[in-house]
């Protein structure tokens, strides 16, 4: 069975460190978040360096097996088109 997840990664303007979101939190949402690194608070949709599907391979038991790359994403394009 497979299921599939939209990922966004997003990096601290201040001291670069890369975050992973889940894609609505960031492009519906538009949070502010904090960076754990340097503690600057900054725009979540306006530090996005990437956005991609992600997709899981999921066993019997419910179990994930395997993760793989599907494909790029449109980064601020609120429509979620997979
Ligand atoms: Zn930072």
Not at 13 to 20: E, I, K, S
Not at 50 to 57: G, K, T
């Amino acid at each position: 069975m497979k299921t599939w997840l939209d990922v966004t990664v997003l990096q601290c303007p201040n001291c670069g460190r890369l975050y992973a979101e889940v894609s609505w939190y960031v492009v519906e949402m538009e949070s502010d978040i904090q960076c754990g690194e340097c503690g600057k608070e900054f725009n979540s949709k306006r530090n996005i360096v990437d956005r991609a599907l992600l997709e899981f391979q999921i066993d019997e038991n419910g179990k994930i097996q395997n993760v793989n790359l599907l494909k790029h994403l449109q980064p601020r394009n609120n429509a979620v088109r997979y």
